[in-house]
């Protein structure tokens, strides 16, 4: 698998008072596609947040879209 362009920016909205901080970030990547045996391009749109009660970040999928060429 390769990697692309990572795009991150803050998200539109105020920080909860629990001291969380959180993210989008945006990845093209080449990605295999099982039901029609090919690879092809992805975006892929991940959240990432740190949890300060555990003192860890997070990241986890929001969505994938096929790249439109």
């Not at 080449?30 to 997070?58: F, P």
Request: charged share 30%; proline share 3%; net charge negative.
């Amino acid at each position: 698998m390769s990697t692309g362009t990572i795009h991150a920016e803050a998200l539109p909205v105020p920080v909860l008072l629990t001291g969380t901080e959180a993210r989008w970030e945006t990845e093209k990547r080449m990605v295999w596609n099982e039901r029609d045996h090919t690879s092809e391009e992805c975006e892929l749109v991940y959240e990432v947040s740190w949890i300060a009660e555990v003192g860890v970040w997070r990241r986890f999928l929001l969505s994938r879209r096929k790249v439109q060429r």
